[in-house]
């Protein structure tokens, strides 16, 4: 009979995650332990903005019109433990407060609703970032609250999707990775990945220190990456460089690769930040905290990159940002994304705020969460209506949308046809040839 599968937790990953087991023929039922979310996705609705997750959802949610209804929504635990095989945990765990490490809490909530209800032979999943040494602990515990006891195993199950990508990345990974103590778990995590593993995902079966450690080094290899140029654009800077050209170089070696070349204000989100910063404090803990220091650099010059921004900005007017207007185009920490959490663009945005400019955002996705977080900057309804009468204009966030701009048509509404690409993707030719005063992170000024 074909394995029934739960998954506890129905934000970003969670919701993913369900929607994708459901799409490989598994019944599924999601928890999560706020009413809302339930209401929203069983109504086939996703609270984020998620290419191509909406219409899975609505293909597989259960009660509308012409869906599988394979996939159903709930707040009862004893619901999830009386159902599933195959339990996944897809809860999220972001930075503490004021402290480097990450907050736990949801996970251990997770676990200690879940275990004691769990009377029938059962997996649990792991599948959020968590501290190494985790899994262990948690397997512990799970045997010793679960009824059925030693009928319950853990296994780690690390998820490498990326925001903008999340369905791709979840039906088509470039690899699974499954941390496990015994056979049966890696006998049933193949079962219920046949479909990948059958088209050629590379399976890779670990421990569980290692597969948690898989996630965050993984991670913290795409923000040195990025890092890394960022510093090669200051430096080029200095020099009177390209970094752009710079990165196209090096990238030709297979060894280096182009991807995760592109300088400009850096890396944010709910992930890299939060996991190379959890990965030093976990580091630390162990004793281990000297092989990670280099994460501490590749965090500075990472944050250094939002306040060079902000220097560039404030020089291009004149050395201060009284009575002057900036135009933010791009709020979410990437494109494709409605995301905000830790993003560069707001960052900057908010630092010119504090220090008097007079700031106006469009992001094509991104402005209701951006006006949450940040409700005093002032919120445009297109990028023509955000450069509207602005003294310097920013691209933040690299949309599609602001790489079709006509920069005649905006240099109209602008003050001072000045612009500052902190992304290096708009092309300066272009923007310099309609009267633009174009300047790049990392690249010569003309
Ligand atoms: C990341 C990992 O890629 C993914 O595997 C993991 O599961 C979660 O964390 P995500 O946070 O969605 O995914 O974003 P990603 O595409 O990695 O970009 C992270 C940040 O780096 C963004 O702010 C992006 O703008 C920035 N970035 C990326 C650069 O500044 N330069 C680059 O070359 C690439």
Known sequence: MALKITVIGTGYLGATHAAAMAELGFEVLGLDVVPEKIETLSRGEVPMYEPGLEELLRKHVAGLEGSTGRLRFTTSWQEVADFGDVHFVCVNTPQKHGEYACDMSYVESAFSSLAPLLRRPALVVGKSTVPVGSAARLARLLTGLAPAGEDVELAWNPEFLREGFAVEDTLHPDRIVVGVGGERAEKLLREVYATPIGEGSPFVVADYPTAELVKTAANSFLATKISFINAMAEVCEAADGDVVKLAEAIGHDERIGKKFLRAGVGFGGGCLPKDIRAFMARAGELGADQALTFLREVDSINMRRRAHMVELARESVGGSFLGQRVAVLGATFKPDSDDVRDSPALNVAGQIHLQGGQVTVYDPKGMDNARRLFPTLAYAPSALEACR??????????????????????????????????????????????????????????
């Open 389 to 446: 009468g602005a003294h310097v204009v920013l691209h933040l966030t690299e949309w599609a949308e602001f790489r079709q701009l006509d920069p005649v048509a905006i240099a109209d509404v602008v003050v001072e046809p000045r612009l500052l690409d902190g992304r290096n993707a708009l092309d300066p030719a272009v923007w310099r040839a309609a009267g633009w005063t174009f300047r790049a992170m990392g690249r010569p000024q003309a």
